[in-house]
């Protein structure tokens, strides 16, 4: 069952919450659990019921300003003590993926009971941003294009250093508005490599993305080498989310 929330900005938005869950293998991606540990499932109705503490996410100002909403989709794991233990952002624009990551890891379940105790367990959560301006004007048709030709993408300043790696894996890492990698996605490599890569990346410094004078948070794509870790460049996302 969705929660819709509801806010005077300019105008107003709404952040419509989707629940789901699914019965998968549990990709070896950023965790310490077997490559093949079981996932339980759960109904959305259900996850909805076990949620005791939503965070609601800001609709970011500089998204306001600049037109952009949309769904931002994130993959979330719950532990057996019913705290988010993973969420990564799936696809959104990289404003309101921020936003709405902050939101979702502070979200607290009531843990999942099974016949074994309690249980870890996967879902799907969509966060959506709408404006709904009050004034009756057209929205430009192409916002997120409008935004991306004004931002300068983020830097890698410094990783690491160590011996060339003879593998690497590609990530698109989301960077944060203070130079940080608060989430990352692997594109390409050895499956089981991406723990590894994530967790490197995450040391990384970066020189924000650029809006004007004002920093923001946007997607980059790098190699991450696996085995050593020399400071590596990427090329910003060409979709920009």
Not at 102 to 123: K, N
Request: hydrophobic share 45%.
């Amino acid at each position: 069952m969705a929660n819709l929330f509801r806010r005077s900005a300019q105008g107003t938005y709404a952040l419509t919450l989707v629940l789901g869950c699914l019965s998968v293998t549990l990709p070896a991606v950023g965790q310490s659990a077997s490559p093949a540990s079981k996932v339980h499932l759960i109904d959305s109705k259900m996850s909805s019921k076990l949620l005791v503490q939503q965070v609601k996410p800001e609709y970011p100002s500089v998204a306001k300003l600049n037109f952009i909403q949309g769904r931002v989709r994130m993959r979330v794991m719950v532990t057996r003590e019913g705290r988010v233990g993973e969420a990564h952002v799936l696809h959104g624009h990289p404003f309101l993926a921020a936003s709405a990551l902050s939101a979702v890891r502070r979200w607290v379940y009531q843990p999942l009971r099974t016949r074994s105790g309690p249980a870890e367990f996967l879902t799907v959560v969509e966060v959506v941003f709408s404006l709904h301006t009050k004034k009756l004007r057209p929205l430009p048709q192409e916002p997120e294009q409008d935004l991306k030709r004004q931002v300068r993408p983020p830097e890698v300043l410094e990783g690491p250093v160590g011996p060339a790696a003879a593998a690497s894996v590609r990530l698109r890492v989301l960077v944060s508005d203070d130079g940080h990698a608060i989430d990352s996605q692997p594109l390409a490599g050895l499956a089981a490599h991406f723990s590894t890569a994530q967790k490197a990346v995450g040391r990384w410094t970066f020189k924000p993305a650029r809006w004007g004078a004002l920093a923001v948070p946007w997607y980059l794509e790098v190699d991450v080498p696996v085995g050593g870790w020399p400071p590596r460049g990427g090329a910003a996302d060409p979709a920009g989310g």
